[in-house]
């Protein structure tokens, strides 16, 4: 494809007004429009980006050949769709819809117009998780810690679609393994949606994930520790930082034994084991704009009719997982019992089966059936 791509941002908001940014600023791209039903957020982002501001998809021109999608959750599926059907290759934000069918459509129209479809999983272009690749492939544990204030924003999905995502994608991308079975609790605590969520995960190749996530913590988190057969790594995705240990050949092969260890070795072990059999390198990185390397993957996987490094199919991967992980969530019984409390709001479960003859309180009053 010769010359600038023209695009267009959808979502006037403060992620949209991000990727118009970098849209606006890219060699290989010239922002035509933003799309955004809100006339004071689309005109503001429009002067400051120096394109057009159009209140809906139907003016778009005919000459955009690629759109940003960073509306709320729950238009991603119609806009990324109507794009696509127009030829228009698409980076939608994520997560990639609200439901696996929604995607499975996106990704079929996708195909079928041939067109690149990228979702927005930004941590992959962080540069402590590209330089932990090398290290951690076929991992067999994985440890995840992802929290942050209450911001807000996004309150339209809870925290596994907000936060824990970013983590799913990262997991299911490093395992590289179908899903064997999901554990998962929630915790509403400001609205109906989940805030915290933890959620264990066992892949059919043995590999186990740990993943806990919080939008209403008092600090901020971004955190991942990965265990292999011969390393592990401990990565700071908000630091940039990395600390690889390898454990030495000796220990690899089991030829170490604290038990056979006179209290001479003991002494001597004491101070130098962890410098000579769990040698630890560690390395920070110089900040990078992940959002501006995500864009510029984008536009280079159009022009070069490439895939993208998060493709289409992995962010519905990663919401084909955190759907299982929602269900269980939803049926999380706290005390135990069939007839307990169930879900992130510790809501009663059933104690009977329904039928047409019962009536439903709005407490924890037992059912009584109706007179006739």
Sequence with gaps: MAGKLKMAVV??????????????????????????PVASNRDRLAAECHCTALPDLAGLPDCVDAAVVAAPTQWHHP??????????????EKPICTCLAEADELLDAASR??????????ERFNPAFCASLPHIAEP??????????????????????DLMIHDLDMVLALAQSPVRRVEALGISVVGRQEDIANARIEFQNGCIASLSASRVSCAAARQ???????SFASIDFGARSLSVVRPSETLRRRQFDPNALTPAEVEHWQEHFAAEHLPCTAGSYEAVDALALECEDFIVSVREGRS?????EAGRDA??????????????AWDGTPGGRIGPRWEPGCRVIPSPHFSFA??????????G
């Excluded at 117009?113 to 927005?120: F, N």
């Design 224 to 230: 991942m520790q990965v265990w292999t057969t011969d």
């Design 308 to 312: 993208p490094r998060v493709p289409g």
């Design 362 to 371: 709005a407490t924890e009053t037992p059912l009584r059936k109706a007179a």
């Design 79 to 92: 806009l990324a769709l109507a794009l696509i059907n127009r030829g228009i290759h698409v980076l939608v």
């Design 11 to 36: 979502g006037a908001g403060r992620l949209g007004r991000f990727h118009a940014q970098k849209v606006a600023a890219s060699d290989g791209a010239e922002l035509v429009a933003v799309v955004d």
């Design 319 to 332: 919401l084909a997982l955190a759907e299982q992980i929602l269900a269980d969530v939803a049926e999380h």
């Design 113 to 122: 117009c041939g067109v690149v479809l990228q979702v927005g999983h930004v």
């Design 140 to 161: 067999k544990y994985i440890e995840a810690l992802r929290a942050s204030p209450f911001t807000f924003r996004s309150t339209d999905v809870g925290v596994v679609l």
